[in-house]
């Protein structure tokens, strides 16, 4: 496990990021691909989330709603784009609190010697849309992410 890697360069409407975990890549897709293991690590700690719909193939969309304890809901939605696989996952990504602002995410699963190096790429509409995603906590909410993965991908391999 390493630490997660965010890149936003100044002037390009882009941001890369990059983090190594401890388990192999085909374990690594399960876990970006079925509704039941991505709900237990995708987001903020303080969020639970909820899968609407997560159809996993080419044109298959998907909805899922992230909500505090109070019962604030925050919805988000896309589309895939190809037939995801580990060497390549296509999407659309929108969040439903500001409609038309979509990005293009990438994720590239990279194995080596049993651990997966996980390369994302998000390409936003203009510079001052990637902006508001990173001033609304994209990398801090990646981090968190990517921690309660570690904690899944733990307990699956220690489990199968």
Known sequence: ????????????????????????????????????????????????????????????????????????????????????????????FEFEGAPGHVQLDTARLEEIDGRTVIHMNSVFQSIEARDAMVGAGMAEGAKEGFEQLDELLGRLTTVG
């Open 1 to 92: 496990m390493t630490e997660l890697k965010v890149d936003a360069p100044e002037g390009v409407p882009q941001v890369t990021m990059t983090r190594e975990v401890a388990a192999p890549r085909d374990l690594v897709f399960r876990a970006f691909t079925e509704p039941d293991l991505l709900v237990q690590w995708l987001g903020p700690r303080r969020l639970t989330m909820s899968v609407d719909r997560y159809e996993v193939r080419d044109g298959g969309r998907w909805r899922y709603v992230h909500r505090e304890d109070d019962g604030t809901e925050y919805g988000f939605r896309g589309v895939f784009h190809g037939d995801p696989t580990p060497d390549q996952m296509v999407q659309t």
